[in-house]
C-alpha cells in the first residue's frame, strides 16, 4: 500500500522543499521505499539531491503533459530514494495544462502508471509548488494526505485558510479521500515563547493537528544542499536531522491510523 503525501502551502521558504527531502530519507533509513517528485519548476529539490537540471533531457514536464512513461525519468539518488526530477521546462507545464481535460489527475495518473509497471513505492512525497495553481491541485488530487509545512512567525496563518479551502474543492470535486495530516512546524525557534504562542493559535483556528516535534531553524540546513545530499546525511546527529527522523517515525504511526470517517467530502470537519 502506497502512502501518497502532498506537502503543500502556497508560502515560498516555509521549508516544503528541505521536509520532503528529509522526510524522504529518514523513511528510506526506516527501510521505506521512497519516491520523491519534484512539483516546482525551480527543481530544488532535483538540484538538493545532486541532479543538475540542466543536464536532465527527460522531466517531470514530460510525463504530465507529453504523456511519457514515468519510469522512463526516474533517478535513483544518494539518499536512497527515488526521484521524478523538474526542470525548469515545468513552468510551461501549468499553462499548457490549463486547457486539459483531466488536468486534476495527471499526477494520479503518474503514481498508477508507475504501479502497473512494478514501481510501488511505500511512499509517494509531492514537492509541491509556492502557488494553489494546477501543479498543487493535482498534487492534492492524488494525495492521500496533506501536510503543511509552516514557519511560525506573525503572518503565517495568512494563507492557511485559503490553501484549506482548496483542500475543501479537492475533497469535493476530484478526491474524496484526501485529509489533512496536520501542519509540521519549521525553522522553529524554540527559544521565544512566540514561536509556540502562533503554533497554537493555528492549529486551533483551524483546528489542524501538529506533527511533532517543531524542526528547529538552524545553519545546517543551508549546507545540505550544495551537498547534494539531505540533511540526513551531511550532518547526521544535528538536532535538525534527528527532529525530521523523529518526525518522519510520527507520520509512519499516522499512516497506520483507520481513516477518520467523520470528515465526509464536501464538509469541513
Ligand atoms: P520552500 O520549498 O517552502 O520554498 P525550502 O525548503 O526551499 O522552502 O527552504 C527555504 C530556505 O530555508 C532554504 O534555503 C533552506 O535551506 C532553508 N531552511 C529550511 N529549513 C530550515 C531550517 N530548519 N533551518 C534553517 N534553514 C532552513
Ligand atoms: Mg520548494
Redesign the pocket.
Known amino acids: 500500500m502506497t502512502t501518497t503525501l502532498a506537502i503543500a502551502?502556497q508560502?515560498?521558504?516555509?521549508?516544503?522543499?528541505?521536509?520532503v527531502a528529509s522526510i524522504g530519507a529518514a523513511l528510506a533509513e526506516l527501510g521505506h521505499s521512497v519516491l520523491l517528485v519534484d512539483l516546482?519548476a525551480q527543481a530544488?529539490l532535483t538540484f538538493s539531491l545532486g541532479i543538475d537540471p540542466e543536464d536532465l533531457e527527460l522531466s517531470v514536464h514530460h510525463v504530465l503533459t507529453k504523456g511519457l512513461d514515468p519510469s522512463e525519468v526516474i533517478i535513483t539518488t544518494d539518499d536512497g530514494v527515488d526521484l521524478v526530477p523538474a526542470t525548469i521546462e515545468l513552468a510551461r507545464a501549468e499553462a499548457e495544462l490549463l486547457t486539459r481535460t483531466g488536468r486534476e489527475h495527471v499526477i494520479k495518473t503518474m503514481i498508477e502508471t508507475l504501479e502497473e509497471d512494478g514501481h510501488e513505492y511505500d511512499w509517494v512525497l509531492l514537492?509541491c509548488p509556492?502557488s494553489l495553481g494546477v501543479m498543487t491541485v493535482a498534487a492534492l488530487t492524488a494525495a492521500d494526505g496533506v501536510l503543511i509545512?509552516l514557519q511560525c512567525e506573525t503572518l503565517s496563518h495568512r494563507g492557511v485558510g485559503q490553501l484549506l479551502d482548496t483542500v475543501h474543492d479537492v475533497r469535493r470535486f476530484t478526491n474524496r479521500k484526501l485529509e489533512v495530516w496536520g501542519v509540521l512546524p519549521?525553522?522553529?525557534d524554540g527559544r521565544t515563547n512566540h514561536a509556540r504562542t502562533v503554533l497554537e493559535t493555528i492549529s486551533e483556528t483551524y483546528d489542524l493537528e501538529v506533527i511533532e516535534p517543531p524542526?528547529?531553524?538552524?545553519?545546517k540546513?543551508?549546507e545540505?544542499?550544495a551537498a547534494g545530499r539531505s540533511i540526513l546525511a551531511t550532518s547526521r546527529s544535528s538536532k535538525?536531522a534527528r527532529a525530521y527522523r523523529e518526525a518522519a517515525e510520527n507520520l509512519v504511526a499516522r499512516s497506520k491510523r483507520p481513516k477518520s470517517r467523520k470528515k465526509k467530502a464536501g464538509k469541513a470537519s
Open positions: 502551502n508560502k515560498g521558504g516555509v521549508a516544503k522543499t528541505t521536509t516546482d530544488c514537492d509556492p509545512p519549521t525553522l522553529y524542526i528547529p531553524k538552524t545553519i540546513f543551508a545540505a544542499p535538525g
